[in-house]
């Protein structure tokens, strides 16, 4: 499709026994962003090293920017640029002297690759820390220099692997503002997450992975739906009101927290249904001691989908891609 800028079909890995990814189909709009969002473990690094080039599929189809990951990976390499989780940077040297060295081993000229740099550095706001050697830069202005390193080649495909793990909410927000940016900008962008916040505000689509597979693909929009649109949160009066209320709610129970006593259901937000439910469950007034409701997140899409949240659990990757979560320019 000429206005998809990544293309998957069937995509399928195993190590050994294990498999890793089973069948994972995505379209990618270009200019746009989308996240694959999913526990450790889902898939979602193995996934974006394929796309990559950085890993081979056991099945299936891709293509990146037009060309096709397995026959055609030096045009797809010179198209993307991937940022790991961890700053592929040189402490020793400025900010100006890694990007300036990014940029000569792109083939830029000496000059060319001083000015391509300056404008980097300006358009992440690190122009006043240019002359300053790496090593005394905050996490956020090293995740912040990592992306313009991999912005020296003027890539279309820019591929961040959990972009924000380990940053503090300033920088976290500062670095939601860089991935706006470039998609303004034109570049298509597809992160992965476990943040379900970070997805829902800046994902143009959600691909949601659990074991290898898509359980959920959508707008945030359209996921939420999923969930009912609407979330009515209960706090049980004692231990025996909050075992009660969970048998008789039964398969409508989306998150339950025995220790606090608290249970979620799906509702469509209106009065009329809440107190009907109420009614239903509580007739006699007594069981719940407190209620809310809130508009449905993606941490309750992911709940309803798999009967966990997305930030636990591990599975193959976490054990198969050992020291391959290294941040590479490709």
């Known amino acids: ?90 402490d020793l040297q400025t900010g100006m002297e890694n990007l300036c060295m990014m940029a000569e081993l792109a ?73 706006s940016d470039l998609a303004r900008s034109g570049v298509t962008v597809l992160l992965t997450t476990q943040y379900l916040e970070e997805a829902d505000r800046l994902a143009d689509r959600v691909t949601v992975l659990d074991g290898g597979r898509i359980v959920a693909d959508g707008t945030p929009a359209q996921l939420k739906q999923q969930a009912g649109g609407h979330r009515l949160d209960l706090t049980a009066a004692d231990r025996a009101a909050f075992g009660r209320l969970r048998a008789g709610l039964g398969a409508r129970v989306i998150a339950a927290d025995a220790e606090e006593r608290k249970l979620s259901v799906a509702t469509d937000g209106t009065a009329a249904q809440v107190r009907a439910l109420l009614d239903e469950f509580d007739p006699s007034r007594d069981a719940v001691e407190y209620f809310s409701t809130h508009g449905a997140t993606l941490d309750d899409v992911f709940i309803a989908l798999t009967g966990r949240a997305a930030a636990s659990g591990s599975g193959a990757e976490s054990q198969v891609r050992g020291d391959t979560e290294e941040a590479a320019h490709v």
């Open 1 to 90: 499709m000429p206005d998809t800028a990544i293309e998957a079909v069937g995509v399928t890995k195993s190590y050994g026994a294990l498999r890793v990814l089973d069948g994972v189909d995505l379209a990618v709009r270009r200019g746009s962003v989308a996240a694959l969002l999913g526990p450790n473990g889902a898939g979602k690094t193995t996934m974006v090293r394929i796309l990559a080039t950085l890993s081979a599929m056991d099945a299936g189809q891709a293509t990146v920017a037009g060309y096709d990951v397995r026959r055609e990976r030096g045009k797809v390499r010179r198209r993307i640029s991937l940022t790991g989780q961890y700053a592929a940077l040189d």
């Open 107 to 179: 083939g830029m000229p000496r000059r060319a690759a001083k000015s391509r740099a300056a404008g980097l550095l300006e358009r992440f706001d690190l122009s006043r820390a240019a002359g300053r050697r790496v090593r005394t830069y905050s996490g956020g202005m090293r995740r912040r220099l990592d992306i313009a390193a991999g912005l020296v080649g003027e890539p279309s495909v820019i591929f961040l692997d959990e972009p924000t793990t380990g940053l503090d909410v300033r920088s976290r927000q500062s670095m939601w503002s860089v991935i």
